[in-house]
């Protein structure tokens, strides 16, 4: 697939908008009910320009985050600035998820979010990942909705393109960076995930009722936080999570076991 680089500063625009903003708070919302309270060690892999390495700081974990795109990490690098009380908390390298260059190294969370989709097969990635993955520890990994192709542009009006998606099954689509990416279903990365000793946790689809709108969409406070109850009350019940732009699926190594 196309790599992700070439529209490093169109994603930094979309995740401030509030369409993205609820694709963040959905999933930290997620992983916060999941990892302990205390500190733990988190990796981050294609951490873009660092939201979710930023939030789980915040909330006091230690995080690794990682991404190929050295502009990406500048940016993460930036807004750390602000925030010097998460300067230790925070580790930045650079390096693709083909390059990881831990070892034999895990951690108590391994985040992959909107990498998968880059990809032209998630297996040797999720094996990557999976190996990182400490006794106890989470994966946790957000990917583009495979059985949602199509419903993003019938929404937005474009029936043409939704009907040719449709009919056709297509794995792929464009998204809304422009790039043409790859879907996969939850009940695939489920079982890659449980093939490399992890138990599958319930997955969620993330932004369901929004997807179709534009990052123009500027929703007063109550406006958002209405959305995002919806979001997160539909996210975890079927049919309308098999219809979110996307699938957040987490799994979890069995205490005692070992990658």
């Not at 733990?40 to 700081?57: K, P, S, W």
């Not at 083909?98 to 990635?125: I, K, W």
Request: contains cysteine; negative net charge.
């Amino acid at each position: 697939m196309t790599g992700f680089s070439a529209v490093g500063a169109a994603y930094a625009e979309h995740s401030g908008s509030a369409r993205g903003r609820l694709r963040h708070d959905l999933v930290e919302r997620r992983l916060r009910a999941e990892l302990p309270a205390s500190p733990v060690r988190i990796l981050d892999v294609g951490c873009g320009t660092g939201e979710m390495t930023i939030r789980l700081a915040a909330a006091g974990h230690r995080v690794t985050g990682v991404d190929p795109d050295p502009r990406m990490l500048a940016i993460t690098a930036g807004r750390l600035t602000a925030l010097p009380e998460l300067h230790e908390r925070v580790e930045l390298v650079e390096a693709g998820i083909d390059g990881l260059s831990f070892g034999r190294e895990t951690f108590d969370g391994v985040c992959c979010h909107g990498v998968l989709m880059y990809l032209d097969e998630p297996g040797a990635a999720l094996a990557r990942l999976a190996g990182h993955v400490a006794p106890g520890g989470l994966l946790s990994i957000l990917a583009k909705n495979r059985r949602a192709i199509g419903v993003r542009e019938a929404l937005a009006g474009d029936h043409a393109s939704a009907h040719r998606l449709i009919a056709s099954g297509a794995d792929s689509s464009p998204g809304n960076l422009g790039l043409e990416t790859r879907g996969d279903t939850a009940e695939a990365l489920d079982a890659l995930a449980a093939g490399h000793g992890l138990t599958p946790l319930p997955w969620q689809g993330v932004r369901i009722f929004q997807d179709h709108l534009d990052d123009t969409w500027a929703p007063g406070k109550a406006a958002y936080e209405a959305a995002l109850a919806l979001e997160w009350t539909a996210s975890w019940r079927s049919p309308y999570r098999d219809i979110g732009h996307l699938v957040h699926t987490v799994a979890r190594r069995p205490e005692g076991s070992r990658p």
